[in-house]
């Protein structure tokens, strides 16, 4: 090497106002597709789980595209014997009453989804399942599921009361439990009159004492 030219260059100062950021300038978004790699490929087509009382129904790993459930719908994984028998069967993933799919609880199902983000889209949830070993296999299930009159308005109680009583039951006059019918039993609960918990607590907690302590040691005493 023996032919080399070294040029100087001046940088601008530091501005003294804060310059826009970097998003302020961000295209808006279009439907051609990008030129920087995403997450995961977007599945084009979505998968459907089967019906409540059907067979699961087997899927791979890799990106897959789930739909929404009506009912209650588990994604699992499970190892499968020479029978065809499934055991080991672990919760991964789950979607009910048309909401998105969410992981299932508990650090086991974080464990085997291995990091893995959900994608939300309007025809679906994303999800890159983690590869399988031999023996293994991912599966959908649905479910469906009732639960009686008393049991529903316990749910509303539990939730939105210090807790579930005999009487608070008996006097439910709103009919079936709906959306409609919890909205207008709360809006009833807000327009009645404000009581105290300081007072009720009072009441019941620190009670007076019924015979002043003097009469009591001279009973005592006298004795």
Request: some cysteine.
């Amino acid at each position: 090497m023996d032919d080399i030219h070294i040029t100087s260059g001046n940088t601008q100062a530091p501005s003294f106002i804060s310059t826009p950021s970097p998003t302020d300038n961000f295209p808006e978004p279009s439907n051609s597709p990008t030129t920087d790699p995403t997450v995961m490929p977007t599945s084009l087509s979505a998968t459907v789980c089967p019906a409540p009382g059907s067979a699961p129904l087997a899927i791979s790993s890799g990106p897959i595209m789930l739909t929404k459930s009506m009912t209650l719908c588990i994604l699992t994984k499970a190892l499968e014997g020479n029978d065809g028998a499934l055991s080991n069967i672990a919760p991964i993933a789950r979607s009910f009453d048309g909401r998105t799919w969410e992981p299932s609880a508990g650090e086991f199902a974080t464990l085997l989804l291995n990091g893995v983000d959900f994608g939300n889209y309007y025809n679906g949830t994303q999800i890159n399942l983690p590869e399988l070993t031999a023996g293994e296999q991912y599966y959908l299930t649905s479910y469906s599921y009732s639960i009686e009159q008393d049991d529903a308005v316990a749910r509303l109680l539990e939730s939105a009361t210090f807790g579930t009583t005999a009487a608070d039951l008996a006097a439910w006059n709103k009919g079936p439990l709906t959306k409609q019918t919890a909205t207008d039993w709360i809006k009833e609960q807000i327009d009645k009159p404000m009581t105290s918990h300081r007072e009720f607590f009072r009441h019941r907690v620190n009670p007076r004492v019924s015979t002043p302590l003097l009469s009591l040691c001279k009973s005592s005493i006298s004795h």
